[in-house]
């Protein structure tokens, strides 16, 4: 099961993304709460949604007032579900029928820009189911008013009552003291208790008789939903450039993908994402690169766009492969709990033990990020290195950050962070000399290629950190000792 | 001759009532203008801040009267109390997300005569809301049953008009109650900060703002936390100090040591937002005017009228000539008898 914990979802990004969704009903916002990744038996509804939201994409322009005219109907509304569910089996109350007949004229009015919606986008699966009837029951004088009210009209009884009423009260308005008042006051104590009771009774009929109409109102509650959330999507969509997935059997192919949020980030303070290619196949497969070099980044983003199209949002990328997974795990120090009373490195051990487990549950999406770097880099190593070996056989895609040695030849593909494999290291030493300032990171920062490379053959440790060093400026006959050990490696 | 009450009001289209306490017959007020108002073919619409319209008082256990409507009338009360505590027949309106203890505050029409019980928004921002909704029902006449304790709901920008109910509940002593609703009323209806550039600059500021600023002749300056106000003014920044702005409540024990110091604080001018930031006692309160400081308030109460009650609920009751007459000696404005049936 894909069960990502809230610090899991927002540290991804994948919480900002729901969060810059803007429903435009309590239904929407309720999908929204309720949103849950599908698993790989629910591939056609997953589809569906997808197709949907692409459908949107396509159709909008050609219907943009009616589709603004529809969302705008339940803007400010109230979510009725629980009233509708109580209805199957209790009487409701008076505020509880209001609600319900405010919401059937919402329905009524949202009728001719549906259709018209529909007309343009043929949205699949999204229909209005008729309650007409149930507003019959409710408004049974056609005032298509939003007021609600046990109108005379339902028993000739309560009007019987009613006009008895009125007349005690007549009574009392014109007589102010003295025995008349009192007994007409008296009086209408009574009759406003046969009121009450008269009225109960007819709450009791009202409430049945719709009774058969509820599955009708629940389905239009989640077609209200279902086309407030695919719209949002397909908003988010064109906003950070969202594709249409395709879904693969086991093969994970992202190009150039973005994440809203660390986009957003860097937009502020006036640079840009470099966006993150990877494919992937079930195996192991092992980012490598420098500190300061993205890697984290890059996973994220890769964890980001899984789950979304999951979710039935369109990642944002320019190309977009995804399986189902029946399971996605992210093991990370930064977010193993503390609160367990374990050391970081304790908790990862722990963590990695439940989904080592867990193995035999499906086909699993894992991702470690700095596995085991809480400890000794010799011991380290030695257990990113069993750990990549172990989970390149199972039934998993299994991405690795680490800046261990010797950890990538063991997975079944190897990436590496580009970083400053293609800069001009001397360009960038003399622009650091020549500028003023403690403005070393910061130009480093800027002139890395936090985009990924696959590289296929062994090659040669990246050496990103000792131009790191000597961009840095660090001593030379320091430089020179750093790279003899290089040498003697 | 005297105006009636429903006269007094009759230019306004929002008003609150306020009692000095329990039972100084502020729903026997609200009653007498439904009914009158009523009359005119005017339609009402009525709300509380918290809690009101109990058949017995909570306090006293004395039998309170309820508050009866006419046919026609808008209500805004939790919805506990429409389904359970209403037996006026009605009509539901709205839903205004709301909520109370005894649940949301939903808004409807009496289709007949009838009593209720109110139990209304208890924030300022919400009742402004519902005023827009209460107009677009159609109401001509908004009446917030307040409180004392609430002073900033009785502003002129919540309701235009204001009512204060007072009467022998409040002290067995007829001197007590008379001076002190005197007092009250000299709270409610202090003047308003002149406009000017102060004025203006203080209307600029956060409404949370707790603190307490000087205009200096540099400008404003923000009286440091932890210094006194009679040290603060002997500081070289305070030099020219016209006017003081006090963000928080005038208490006693702030007001107290200034006013008994040397500052020299005569001619200077005190503001505050608005009269529920006054919480000082009466010996001190008049030792600002001794001073001669210049007490102002941002947003005055716009205070109709004071209605007396001679009964009390405690089983005693003062002559009503009297308590009307000695009332009237200390207030500038209409002071009406609630028993009365010329009201």
């Known amino acids: 099961m894909i069960d990502l914990k809230f610090e899991q979802k927002e540290n991804i990004g994948f919480q900002y993304v729901l969060d810059a969704l803007q429903p435009n009903s309590p239904y929407g916002e309720e999908a929204i709460r309720k949103l849950k990744p599908f698993t790989p038996t629910e591939k056609p509804e997953l589809l569906r949604q997808l197709n949907n939201v692409h459908r949107v994409m396509d159709g909008e322009a050609l219907c943009q007032n009616d589709l603004n005219r529809m969302l705008r109907v339940f803007m400010c509304a109230k979510n009725i579900r629980t009233t509708v569910v109580k209805c199957a089996e209790a009487a409701l109350n008076e505020i509880e029928l209001f609600e319900v007949k405010r919401f059937l004229l919402q329905i009524e009015e949202m009728k001719p820009y549906f259709e018209a919606v529909q007309t343009a986008m043929h949205l699949e699966g999204v229909t209005l189911e008729d309650t007409s009837e149930a507003l019959e029951i409710l408004d049974p004088e056609h005032n298509r008013i939003a007021t609600f009210y046990i109108s005379d009209s339902y028993s000739p009884r309560l009007r019987a009552i009613r006009k008895e009423k009125k007349a005690l009260e007549d009574v009392m308005r014109r007589v102010k003291s003295g025995p008349e008042r009192e007994e007409a006051q008296a009086k209408r104590v009574r009759v406003a208790a046969d009121e009450e009771h008269e009225e109960g009774r007819i709450r009791g009929e009202l409430s049945e008789s719709l009774r058969p109409l509820i599955p009708a109102m629940l389905h239009n509650m989640q077609t209200i939903a279902d086309l407030d959330l695919t719209v949002e999507k397909a908003r988010l969509a064109k906003k950070y450039g969202g594709v249409m997935p395709e879904i693969t059997e086991s093969r994970v192919v992202l190009e150039n993908m973005i994440n809203p949020q660390i986009a957003d980030l860097l937009e502020e303070r006036g640079k840009h994402f470099t966006p993150v290619s990877i494919s992937l196949e079930k195996g192991a497969t092992v980012i490598t690169g420098a500190n300061m070099g993205g890697k984290s980044v890059a996973l994220k983003t890769i964890a980001l766009n899984i789950l979304l199209a999951h979710c039935g949002f369109f990642p944002f990328a320019g190309r977009a492969s995804v399986p189902l997974f029946d399971g996605m795990h992210i093991i990370s120090e930064d977010l193993e709990s503390i609160d367990r009373g374990l050391s970081s490195f304790g908790g990862e051990i722990v963590r990695f033990n439940q989904v080592a487990q867990n193995m035999s549950e499906g086909f699993a999406f894992i991702l470690l990020d700095e596995f085991a770097r809480g400890t000794n880099p010799d011991e380290g190593a030695a257990i990113v290195q069993a750990v990549t070996s172990w989970l390149d056989t199972k039934n998993a895609v299994t991405v690795l950050a680490t800046h261990y040695d010797n950890v990538a030849q063991l997975g079944s593909a190897h990436y590496q962070v580009i970083g400053l494999k293609d800069l001009d290291v001397e360009a960038l030493r003399n622009e650091i000399a020549n500028s003023h300032g403690d403005v070393g990171v910061e130009l480093i920062a800027r002139h890395m290629n936090y985009g990924l490379y696959r590289v296929e053959e062994k090659q040669d440790c990246p050496r990103d950190a000792l131009n790191i060093c000597r961009l840095l400026g660090m001593r030379e006959d320091i430089l020179a000792m750093v790279e003899n050990n290089y040498e003697n490696r | ?343």
């Open chain 2, 1 to 343: 001759m005297k105006p009636t009450l429903s006269e007094l009001i009759r230019p306004y289209r929002s008003v609150s009532i306020i009692g000095m306490c329990k039972n100084a017959g502020k729903t026997t007020v609200l009653n007498r203008i439904i009914r009158e108002v009523a009359g005119n073919g005017q339609t009402i619409a009525l709300t509380s801040i918290g809690r009101d319209g109990e058949d017995k008082d909570l306090v006293t256990g004395t039998k309170k009267p309820g508050i009866y409507v006419a046919e026609g009338t808008l209500v805004a009360t939790a919805s506990e109390l429409i389904l359970h505590h209403c037996d006026v027949t009605r009509e539901i309106l709205e839903t205004t997300g709301v909520s109370t203890p005894m649940g949301d505050v939903v808004v409807l029409r009496a289709r007949s005569d009838g009593s209720i019980q109110l139990a209304g928004p208890s924030i300022t921002k919400q009742l402004a809301r519902l005023g827009d909704t209460f107009r677009t029902f159609g109401a001509d006449l908004v009446m917030i049953d307040g409180a004392l304790s609430r002073k900033t709901l009785c502003s002129r920008s919540v309701t235009e008009a204001t009512v204060l109910c007072t009467g022998a509940s409040y002290h067995k002593d007829i001197d007590v109650v008379v001076e002190d609703t005197a007092h009250v009323c000299r709270v409610l209806t202090l003047p308003e900060l002149e406009e000017g550039e102060t004025a203006g600059q203080l209307r600029e500021l956060d409404e949370e703002f707790r603190g307490t600023l000087l205009f200096t002749e540099k400008g404003p300056w923000q009286l440091p936390a932890g210094l006194s106000l009679e040290d603060g003014l002997r500081r070289p920044e305070a030099a020219g100090t016209k006017t003081v702005f006090f963000g928080g409540a005038m208490s006693d024990g702030l007001m107290k040591p200034l006013l008994m110091s040397s500052a020299p604080l005569k001619g200077m001018t005190f503001a505050v937002r608005d009269s529920s930031k006054i919480l000082l006692k009466r010996e001190n309160y008049d030792k600002i005017a001794i001073r001669g400081i210049d007490l102002r308030v941002m947003e005055s109460v716009n205070l109709v009228a004071v209605t007396v009650n001679p009964f009390s609920a405690y089983g005693f009751h003062f002559d009503k000539d009297e308590l009307m007459e000695r009332m009237q000696a200390r207030v500038d404005i209409p002071v009406i008898n609630v028993e009365d049936n010329a009201l």
